[in-house]
């Protein structure tokens, strides 16, 4: 595992591009997986200030978002498709069709977890995949006790996340109880991950992913497993670390 360690935000947000973006240049036809949150907000804005300036092309780029909430409509604030539109897809020159994400008002839920693991395996695997880590260790909506060879599912929010993520919402009675999201196989499976991390508040979070073993109490522990992971995090959330970093 290679593990970068930047100054601040800022300047995670910068490497985690230029990766990106050399990528999307070698690859044109690349699947990205892709995850919501602050963390990947700063990625986001540097992508798209290098495609106003440099003209990255996306209209071949694939997407696949880790996750959705269910029961809010695309076009809802608080929705990931919302947010990446927002954040994203609306200021590239991607192709609709190619940005997916996981439809949570789908009738049949669990069937719409198969189509999108499907889909995604139609289109040869994700070539990159981007996480961010919650404090709990979840990466996507994966909470800890999510079994390590699950796929894409549906998943009941432990509190402590509908906690942290009804920053966004008016109220914690309007954050979902449920959402889709791939699982740790569906992630393991990605040819390489970027993992970003900001902040004192993940500083005991990155602990634990370092030095605990593999568990399900502690999802992102799997990426150990992953034979091609990099994590950039910045001097906050690596001050309790203790891990050699280096490029
Ligand atoms: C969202 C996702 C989540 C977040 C995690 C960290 O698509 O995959 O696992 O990456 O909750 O969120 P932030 O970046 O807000 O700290």
């Not at 490497?15 to 050399?22: F, M, R």
């Not at 897809?89 to 940005?99: C, L, N, P, R, W």
């Not at 999108?116 to 070539?127: S, T």
């Not at 009941?156 to 999201?181: C, G, M, W």
């Amino acid at each position: 595992m290679e593990i970068v360690e930047t100054k601040d935000y800022e300047e995670m947000s910068i490497l985690a591009a230029e990766k990106v973006i050399d990528r999307v240049l070698k690859q044109p036809q690349i699947t990205l997986a892709l995850p919501t949150g602050h963390t990947p907000v700063g990625l986001y804005k540097r992508l798209v200030e290098d495609h106003r300036k440099n003209e990255t092309p996306y209209q071949d780029v694939i997407t696949f978002n880790l996750d959705e909430y269910t029961d809010l409509s695309p076009d809802h604030p608080n929705s990931y498709h919302y947010y990446m539109n927002h954040h994203f897809f609306q200021h590239i020159d991607i192709q609709e069709k190619h940005a997916h994400l996981p439809d949570g008002t789908a009738r049949n839920l669990d069937l719409e977890c198969e189509r999108y693991e499907e889909l995604i395996l139609k289109h040869g695997g994700v070539d990159l995949q981007i996480l961010g880590i919650g404090q709990n260790g979840h990466i996507g909506f994966n909470e800890p006790g999510t079994p390590l060879n699950s796929r894409t599912h549906v998943v009941k929010l432990s509190e402590s996340t509908r906690k942290a993520n009804s920053r966004y919402f008016h109220s914690l009675q309007d954050v979902p109880y449920h959402a889709i999201t791939m699982g740790l196989a569906t992630i393991m499976n990605s040819k390489k991950i970027l993992l970003l991390a900001s902040g004192a508040h993940k500083s005991a979070t990155m602990f634990r992913f370092f030095h605990e073993a593999v568990t399900p109490d502690f999802p992102a522990t799997i990426l150990k497993h992953h034979p091609n992971v990099t994590v950039i995090a910045d001097r906050p959330a690596l001050k309790e670390a203790n891990v050699t970093r280096g490029m």
